[in-house]
């Protein structure tokens, strides 16, 4: 019995560690998949902007695309929706075209 319990608690922490990896990859990615839609599908004429990841469930929104306080134009996207990388690149794609 310990060992059975022993292994489960090994498998749940092995496993929270590859899930927060892989969140963490996700947030560092935003400015590598931006520069990459800009090349594919824009021909790099998309304006620079502010990419950052926040809680936007009070908007009802997967992703945003506002003027920052410092005038910048800022995408946000809501972490806690998006989970995969390919739901993060669709929305980040559909701000990037509106």
Do not use: K
Not at 24 to 39: K, T
């Amino acid at each position: 019995m310990r060992v059975l319990v022993s292994t489960v608690a090994l498998a749940i922490i092995l496993l929270g560690a590859r899930y927060a990896y892989s969140r963490e990859r996700l947030r560092d990615s935003l400015p590598v998949w931006y520069a990459d839609d800009n090349a594919r599908y824009f021909g790099g004429e998309l304006p620079p902007v502010y990419l950052r990841w926040d809680n936007l469930e009070s908007e009802g929104a997967l992703g945003i695309t506002q003027t920052g306080e410092n005038g910048y134009l800022e995408v946000v996207l809501d972490f806690y929706q998006l989970r995969t990388e390919e739901d993060a690149r669709r929305v980040l794609h559909e701000e990037d075209a509106g």
